[in-house]
């Protein structure tokens, strides 16, 4: 079975803060992938970095970073400089090779105060 | 511009009736899914189809039946049977259902049974 973790319901910084969001995993595959996706207030999903198990790099983009950590089976992530229209639910999703289905954790809501 | 189409964007019924909600892509992507939110919540899968003609059982798959009769259609249909069907529900689709496939979404129907 699989599972995500979520534990932050809700955060909220002022802007200009960095903040992380975490995300702890379970899965008894050795082969996973893991996701981060966007939801803002329109309700779409948006796709923001996917990683495999067999990679543990750091990756940054812009003001985005993801600090894959397969020891602690997690993958945070981290805004810095937050801006106001980063405010949006933000979702960890794990998927491995025993399966097709995509799970996802309960999703982080974050707030970030002009 | 290629993209996932859900209409409408909200949606009322009264309690009984069944109800379908279109989900349209123009991606060429093999699989499509549905999903359902509550609020406060993660998005759990109610079916998925890996190709035409074919479709499988979600976790909550009960009191909803969907058909794949074209590849770029996936309608979903919400029958009386279904206890609590007011929620947000959001299509999604891949390009295969290997673990490294990123899902894409589209905008959600929320629906709202009186």
């Known amino acids: 079975a699989q599972k995500v973790t979520q534990a932050q319901t809700e955060i909220s910084v002022v802007e200009k803060e960095d903040v992380t969001l975490d995300c702890v995993y379970e899965?008894?595959?050795?082969?996973?992938?893991l996701f981060w996706y966007k939801q803002p207030p329109s309700g779409e999903l948006v796709f923001l970095i996917r990683?495999?198990?067999?990679?543990?790099q750091n990756e940054i983009s812009g003001r985005y970073s993801w600090n894959f950590q397969k020891s602690t089976s997690s993958f945070n992530f981290t805004i810095t400089a937050s801006q106001v229209v980063d405010s949006a639910v933000y979702f960890c999703a794990l998927k491995g090779t025993s399966g097709s289905r995509l799970t996802f954790g309960e999703g982080t809501q974050l707030t970030v105060n002009p | 511009d290629g993209g996932i189409t859900q209409s409408p964007k909200y949606l009322f019924r009264k309690e009984g009736q069944n109800v379908t909600l279109s989900c349209e892509q123009n991606?060429?992507?093999?699989?499509m899914y549905w999903y359902r939110q509550d609020p406060g919540q993660g998005l759990r899968l109610i079916y998925y189809?890996?190709?035409?003609?074919?479709?499988q059982k979600g976790d909550i798959a009960e009191g909803y039946s969907v058909s794949r009769e074209k590849k770029e259609s996936f309608p979903l249909t919400v029958t009386s049977a279904q206890k609590n069907p007011t929620a947000f529900y959001l299509c999604a689709s891949s390009d295969g259902t290997g673990p490294w496939n990123e899902q894409f979404f589209g905008p959600g129907t929320r629906l709202t049974v009186l």
């Open positions: 189809s890996q190709i035409v003609n074919d479709f």
């Open positions: 991606l060429n992507h093999d699989a």
């Open positions: 990683r495999n198990s067999f990679d543990e």
């Open positions: 899965t008894r595959d050795t082969t996973y992938y």
